[in-house]
């Protein structure tokens, strides 16, 4: 009988410790190191492109002229993995929009840099926040 009962409570501690594991598989605010919440670039600034990245994982930005919105993961090369991100399609004459095609970023200190398809760097932007905008 005790043997019985000694193996259900090992079965359920480790049944406890596989699912808490499996919700740290890349996803936004796991424990890999990489803090990516917040707000990069500058939202106040005219013309400006950001991002802003929630802990759970939503993505609002700007590219300079048209909005963001999407969604965002830690991807295996401990890479912020941009997803599902859709924009508005306003014509700004002048404006570059370097955050267009965004694909994957890298994070350094308190510096995202930003690729596009092909792993073509196509923005740097600075943390002026830890809180989403």
Not at 29 to 57: F, H, Q
Not at 67 to 85: C, H, M, Y
Request: aromatic share 4%.
């Amino acid at each position: 009988m005790t043997k019985t009962r000694n193996a259900a409570a090992l079965t359920g501690v480790l049944m406890i410790i596989g699912l808490g594991l499996s919700g740290c598989a890349g996803e936004a605010g796991d424990d890999s190191g990489i803090d990516a919440v917040g707000t990069w670039g500058d939202p106040s600034a005219e013309n400006a492109a950001y991002l802003s990245l929630d802990a759970d994982g939503g993505l609002t930005g700007s590219d300079g002229c048209n909005r963001l919105t999407g969604s965002w993961k830690l991807n295996p090369a401990d890479q912020i993995q941009f997803e599902q991100v859709a924009s508005t399609r306003m014509a700004c004459e002048g404006v570059e929009t370097p955050l267009e095609g965004l694909d994957v970023a890298t994070i350094s200190g308190d510096t995202m840099t930003v690729f596009g398809e092909a792993d073509a760097q196509i923005a740097t932007l600075e943390r002026s926040s830890t809180e989403p905008q």
